[in-house]
């Protein structure tokens, strides 16, 4: 177990946004515990010095695991020590706004063939960042078509014409092959089982991926779903998004490793036990 460095969301991050889930403003939630509405709204602004118990109070009334929440607000949330997978994972970490966005390079051990899994902003990012001697990709997964994460695509498809495009809509100019809930693809000797997220935006997929020929972990690529220690943030419905980011943890192998489109890994298991939305 290791303590995050950089995570994507901090505590101010995590009351804005369970705010908003619970349909609650400041006021209210300061009714609720007892806590002055002007403290919790410096916390969102990232200034906060609760005690441990007034961050119990919050966590109660906002339905958020306590344990997770105290970690955050210490700057100690757990990250576990990644399963060994029977593949090949490269991550592209770049910054994008005050945080970071992530894309993905799954590669074969036997054949080195590879899957891209969103593509970052720019085409020129994703071409300089691209992992020293590693195979143009079969395919590309995209969890969702906002510029973060499918901003880079021409760097891949304009070499390749015809390459096809795994995601949860179309797009007029590309070849896209659209998966919904429980579709399932065998792509470069990786298995694909889609889970249809919406609620970041409406149209959303997480993708868990594993090998077609090897036993062992796969990788949830969330994309803005599920964070370590947070849930994306939800412009269509954060409800959905809550019950998309329950529906897709309580599903899926404690060991799987979770991929995020921002922030560092973590596991199914890690986030069931400490994330402030799922534990
Ligand atoms: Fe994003």
Not at 59 to 78: I, R, T
Not at 193 to 200: I, L, V
Not at 215 to 221: E, I, K, R
Request: with cysteine.
């Amino acid at each position: 177990m290791t303590i995050a460095p950089f995570l994507e969301d901090e505590l101010g991050d995590v009351l804005d946004k369970a705010l908003q889930h619970a349909g609650l403003t400041e006021d209210q939630l300061a009714a609720a515990t007892g806590i002055e509405a002007n403290r919790i709204k410096d916390a969102e602004d990232y200034r906060y010095d609760f005690t441990c118990a007034e961050l119990q109070k919050l966590a109660v009334a906002l339905g958020l695991n306590e344990v997770g929440v105290c970690a955050m607000s210490e700057g100690k949330y757990p990250l576990p020590e990644l399963p060994a997978l029977p593949f090949a994972l490269h991550t592209i970490a770049l910054p994008y706004g005050i945080g970071r966005v992530n894309a993905f390079v799954l590669q074969d051990f036997v054949t080195q063939r590879t899957i891209l899994v969103d593509t970052v902003d720019r085409p020129e990012r994703l071409a300089a960042a691209w992992p020293a001697g590693v195979a143009a990709p079969a395919a590309v997964l995209l969890t969702h078509w906002d510029r973060d994460h499918a901003g880079g695509l021409p760097a891949v498809i304009l070499p390749q014409p015809g390459l096809s495009v795994l995601a949860p809509a179309s797009r007029s100019g590309v070849a896209v092959d659209v998966l919904g809930e429980g579709d399932e693809r065998c792509v470069a000797g990786f298995q694909i089982r889609a889970f249809r997220t919406p609620g970041h935006i409406a149209e959303h997929n997480a993708y868990f991926v594993t090998s077609e020929s090897a036993s062992g972990p796969g990788v949830l690529f969330s994309g803005d779903l599920i964070f370590a220690g947070s849930l994306g943030g939800a412009f269509y419905c954060c409800q959905t998004l809550h019950k998309e980011a329950r529906r897709v943890v309580a599903a899926l192998p404690g060991q799987t490793i979770v991929a995020p489109g921002h922030g560092p890994l973590t596991t199914i298991a890690n986030e069931r036990r400490f994330n402030p939305f799922l534990g």
